[in-house]
């Protein structure tokens, strides 16, 4: 099972070593993780995500802010895209490594269009609860992309500190 599949579900198929600068290899951490719409099943992925991300000595601040962007895409998945059906499954695929940490999540729904949200910091919209996750996600991370259907989101962190 591949939920989302699309342009975006191939795009971290590469091997676990790279050419660097000088045409050094660098080592990537690479994995796809498979759970069902369950907040419960979702720690794992995150906490194996931090772990790695740790693993290539990134700051506090750059592990904080992947780790609320990854769960905030995590639940924007279960709840929006699955619609919490514990029948269906998220996918989860990483390639981190000491520049940059590229992680997609994908789920089985239906999709939506991201330009639809409204804008949650707009005064209208401040007591509404929709658009907080997707506004995080873009504040947190360098890049946050959606695949044409709208249920595969692809987020990157560079880190500055190996730049």
Do not use: W
Request: with cysteine; net charge negative; aromatic share 8%.
């Amino acid at each position: 099972m591949t939920p989302g599949g699309g342009p975006y579900m191939g795009m971290l198929d590469r091997t676990a070593f790279q050419a660097g600068a000088g045409g050094m290899a660098s080592e990537s951490l690479i994995n796809e993780l498979l759970f069902p719409s369950d907040l419960v099943a979702a720690r794992q992925p995150e906490q194996e995500i931090v772990s790695a991300l740790q693993r290539f000595r990134y700051p506090d601040e750059a592990v904080f802010a992947i780790k609320l962007a990854v769960e905030e895409a995590i639940v924007n998945a279960i709840k929006h895209g699955n619609r919490s059906d514990p029948a269906k499954y998220i996918s989860i695929r990483y390639d981190i490594n000491a520049t940059r940490a590229a992680i997609l999540v994908a789920d089985e729904g239906g999709g939506f269009c991201p330009a639809s949200v409204p804008d949650c910091t707009a005064d209208e919209n401040l007591d509404r609860a929709s658009g907080r996750g997707i506004m995080l996600m873009r504040a947190y991370m360098d890049q946050v992309h959606y695949s044409c259907r709208g249920n595969v989101v692809r987020m990157v962190k560079f880190n500055r500190t190996q730049s």
